[in-house]
Nanobody, 125 residues
Framework: QVSLVESGGGLVQPGGSLRLSCEVSGRTFSNSAVAWFRQAPGKEREFVAALIGNGGSTRYADSVKGRFTISGHNDKNTVYLQMNSLQPEDTAVYYC??????????????????WGQGTQVTVSS
């Protein structure tokens, strides 16, 4: 059974930074795509970033490119999302997810079967 537990969210001022963590159990990173999505109130869940395999390629949403960095620690089976230059529009619940990698990185939340409980990120002065 796959389990994902996110942590690291909180309240930060515009321009600040946060690092989210996601501990994954029940599935290894090899042959997997690990992704972060976010959902703001009244909006659909949207793709943020993905990491492929054991420290392999990455993919980012245009809205976070250059500000966010996804990385993984294989020994700890943990994936991180370093978020810099945060803006109020980054406010959302951030979710971690994982699925088998079939050669294409899906940005659709419907493609991912397992989700964590989410961690709230609020960017406000």
């Amino acid at each position: 059974q796959v389990s994902l537990v996110e942590s690291g969210g909180g309240l930060v001022q515009p321009g600040g930074s946060l690092r989210l963590s996601c501990e994954v159990s029940g599935r290894t990173f090899s042959n997997s795509a690990v992704a972060w999505f976010r959902q703001a109130p009244g909006k659909e869940r949207e793709f943020v970033a993905a990491l492929i395999g054991n420290g392999g390629s990455t993919r980012y949403a245009d809205s976070v490119k250059g500000r966010f960095t996804i990385s993984g620690h294989n020994d700890k089976n943990t994936v991180y999302l370093q978020m810099n230059s945060l803006q109020p529009e980054d406010t959302a619940v951030y979710y971690c997810t994982i699925r088998a990698y079939y050669g294409v990185t899906s940005v659709s939340p419907q493609s991912y079967p397992n989700w964590g409980q989410g961690t709230q990120v609020t960017v406000s002065s």
